[in-house]
């Protein structure tokens, strides 16, 4: 059950966007942080909401695979990605003392809590369509 295709991809990296920079600003104001390089991060923030929406919509190839290395792959490749990246960033600027911690934070909470949502709706949609299959089956 392909649940992330080509006709909701934008969608759905349009809504994790929103809600993860909303997130962002609300935590910001909450401990009076004033981001002195806002305009990057929401771009960063931009470009985790597609690496992230990839990399589940990818579940639908690996379903015949158990459930948690699945999982467990896709976070840690995201990891992987990220930190690749924070690493090749490091030699063109200087980077903050807490930079890779806080990609971990930054990549971590944001592909937890869409991948609940993801696999709640993913595993939702197959209790439905298997109770579809046994009322079918039972007439």
Not at 6 to 11: E, L
Not at 51 to 78: D, E, M, N, S, W
Request: charged fraction near 10%; proline fraction near 4%.
């Amino acid at each position: 059950m392909k649940l992330i295709n080509r006709k909701n991809f934008i969608s759905i990296v349009c809504i994790s966007f929103t809600v993860l920079v909303l997130v962002k600003l609300i935590w910001e104001k909450a401990i009076g942080f004033t981001d002195p390089r806002y305009t990057e991060n929401i771009f960063i923030s931009l470009g985790f909401s597609v690496l992230i929406t990839v990399i589940l919509a990818v579940h639908y190839y690996l379903q015949r695979f158990p459930f948690v290395p699945v999982f467990a792959g896709q976070y840690l490749i995201t990891v992987g990605l990220v930190l690749g990246g924070v690493w090749a960033i490091g030699h063109m600027v200087p980077l903050a003392p807490t930079a890779y911690r806080d990609m971990f934070i930054s990549v971590t909470i944001p592909f937890v809590v869409c991948a609940i949502i993801y696999y709640a709706i993913f595993f939702h949609q197959i209790k439905k369509a298997n109770a579809i299959i046994e009322s079918l089956n039972e007439e």
